[in-house]
């Protein structure tokens, strides 16, 4: 746990609290400036992971084509979507393990936001043993936790209807980056799993912040926006969440 | 298919361990460091577990104990529900009444408890309204009690009718420290690092006294004209009251290896000063010398206290010490030991007719500071009590 704390959480912790200082006594600022540095620093990841995730959309039709072939064979169908993976080069999981890398640091991240709210005085004691030295970290804290109107220590529900606007901007745009990246499958189970995540995922995540210090809503609220343009660059659109948007035009019949 | 599930899996794991990391129980639920008060043979303080606690200092027992219960909003789809608030004020006793603040996620309130039954004779703000949760002592001068609260004001009740006198405008994000009264002014240290003086009548800002880039950690201890107040940037500031000068800074140079957490002790100009590096500061109160020093390497979280020319400390590992008011205190580690809780100190304690009264880790321990021991202790767990 000490190994945690001395290489990941403590620096992070210190930088999100410098961040802080230098950015006018603004957390939410700082939470937002981080995010962007974190999501800058794992950018060679991330972009392996979105690229991986291109790959899999780009033979999406390919393995739609399989799926209906081989609707009765799983066995067979497995075989061949592998033999395809192969030929493309693809990994199918390749999308997965640079998430799992990144995670430990959206975790510190995570535990950053909130050891440095220091929402109770027991926190705020025990936030002591985590800095360093710094001048500036020494002078910006206890961290002022006012954001646009938000208390950031506050849970969302707390914080009224913008805590509960953050919710659904949270929820929200988790809903649109499950979407760019959610393939439809010709499996109606697979179908039926993807469209339950698709709906799970964002209402979880919708909810987390009514219970959550409204400074976590803003930074996945930041990390999800983020996520989205990145993606949206990388992959070349808006992926998957054009085919099922409700706002896009019906396809011209009759051909 | 197996793609799917595998995702599932990674997915559930990732979301429970951010659940379990940060999940607003861990590590963000307030327990209340309350300390303990001595008056007329009753030491009085409140528990973890939200109640008000009177023990008779003679026979042990447990006169009696109050519950400190406040209703809080239930989770999604669930009802209200009533849970203990956490104390974080050290009673302040006096004239009959008992009086203490509390703490919960909705609020604060103070109370006023009989001093010999514990019942609640008064509360503010009353018919289930809050203000804001408290964590600094109140402070009575006259008829008056005075407290802050993390709505960020002052909040100034007549003691006769437990009614609001005045509330200051917001001076902080929060008050946690406690003002202090000298004459018809009131002093309050923020952690924007700002002292401000107030009206004790009206609760009108009167002045910034003095500013500072880093917050104050300390309530303000005024000692003749000068303020002595510490600060989370590692240095305890002497500040003159009516020029609103710095008359100096401690240490001079770099800052201590922590900040000063718990308000410093002026006696007879030498400022006792415990610091979470883990040493105690003598400095000289007029020129902010260093007179001495003692390293326990544990924080000190309580402020010290003196009695009968013996200053007592305890560091935050529960060991207590007792240095003779004339000792230079270097080297003077082994043979000061008083006592080893080997439990957490964190709240004020109170020392009283050769006994020092410290609330550890939930247990009330009573040391005798001339036999060097611990003389009696008591479970303030509600289960044991009732055993």
């Known amino acids: 746990m000490e190994v945690w704390y001395l290489i990941i959480l403590n620096p992070i912790l210190n930088v999100l609290i410098a961040l802080t200082h230098f950015l006018g006594g603004q957390f939410g600022l700082a939470i937002i400036a981080l995010t962007i540095i974190v999501r800058l620093a794992s950018w060679p990841l991330n972009k392996r992971q979105l690229k991986s995730t291109k790959a899999m959309q780009d033979l999406q039709p390919k393995i739609q084509e399989l799926q209906k072939k081989y609707s009765k064979n799983q066995q067979k169908l497995q075989q061949e979507m592998m033999k395809l993976y192969k030929e493309a080069g693809v990994n199918p999981l390749g999308c997965l393990w640079p998430m799992l890398i990144q995670f430990p640091i959206w975790i510190a991240l995570y535990q950053s936001i909130m050891r440095a709210l220091a929402t109770t005085p027991e926190n705020l004691l025990a936030l002591h043993r985590h800095l360093y030295s710094w001048e500036v970290v020494r002078n910006a804290v206890p961290l002022g936790s006012e954001f646009l109107g938000l208390e950031l220590g506050l849970t969302g529900s707390q914080n009224g209807p913008l805590g509960i606007l953050l919710a659904i901007i949270v929820g929200g745009t988790m809903w649109v980056q499950q979407k760019m990246t959610q393939a439809p499958s010709a499996d109606p189970r697979q179908q039926s799993t993807a469209r339950m995540m698709t709906v799970m995922m964002p209402l979880m995540f919708g909810m987390l912040p009514l219970m959550f210090p409204s400074g976590l809503a803003l930074f996945w609220a930041v990390s999800n926006i983020i996520g989205i343009v990145t993606q949206y660059f990388v992959t070349g659109g808006w992926g998957y969440l054009k085919v099922s948007s409700p706002f896009q035009s019906p396809a011209p019949k009759g051909k | ?387």
């Open chain 2, 1 to 387: 298919m197996k793609q799917a599930r595998v995702f599932l899996l990674v997915l559930t794991i990732l979301i429970t361990s951010v659940l379990v990391s940060c999940a607003p129980g861990r590590g963000q639920a307030a327990g209340g460091w309350s300390g303990t008060a001595f008056h007329d043979g009753i030491i009085y303080s409140g528990t973890q577990d939200g109640r008000i606690v009177a023990v008779n200092a003679t026979t042990r027992d447990l006169v009696w104990s109050r519950p400190m219960i406040t209703e809080a909003a239930g989770g999604l789809g669930c009802g209200p529900a009533v849970v203990a608030a956490a104390i974080y004020t050290t009673p302040v006793a006096t004239d009959g009444l008992v009086y203490v603040g509390t703490y919960t996620a909705q609020g604060g309130r103070m109370y006023a408890l009989g001093m010999t039954d514990g019942e609640i004779i008064w509360e503010y703000p009353r018919g289930g309204a809050y203000m804001g949760a408290i964590v600094g002592d109140p402070v009575i001068s006259d008829d008056t009690l005075y407290v802050g609260s993390s709505d960020g004001k002052v909040h100034a009740l007549a003691l006769s009718t437990f009614t609001r006198r005045w509330e200051s405008e917001r001076l902080a994000d929060k008050l946690w420290t406690s003002p202090v009264v000298v004459g018809d002014t009131l002093y309050v240290t923020t952690f924007d690092g700002v002292i401000y003086a107030l009206s004790a009548e009206t609760g009108a800002t009167l002045d910034r006294v003095f500013e500072l880039e880093a917050g104050f950690a300390t309530s303000p201890v005024v000692h003749g004209r000068i303020i002595y107040a510490g600060s989370f940037d590692g240095h305890l500031y002497a500040i003159d009251i009516d020029s609103a000068e710095t008359v100096w800074r401690f240490p001079q140079g770099g800052a201590a290896g922590g900040w000063f957490w718990a308000d410093p002790l002026v006696h007879e100009g030498v400022v006792y000063a415990g610091s979470l590096d883990g040493r105690l500061y003598l400095i000289d109160a007029e020129t902010g010398d260093r007179v001495g020093d003692f390293d326990a390497g544990s924080p000190f979280v309580s402020s010290p206290v003196i009695m009968d020319d013996v200053l007592i400390v305890a560091d935050q590992s529960g060991d207590v010490y007792g240095f003779e008011l004339s000792s230079a205190l270097q080297d003077r580690a082994v043979e000061t030991v008083i006592a080893r809780l080997g439990a957490e100190v964190e709240s004020p304690f109170c020392a009283s007719e050769g006994f020092a009264y410290i609330r550890a880790d939930n247990t009330l321990y009573v040391v005798d500071i001339q036999a060097r021991r611990i003389d009696w202790q008591s479970s303030l767990n509600a289960r044991e009590e009732q055993g």
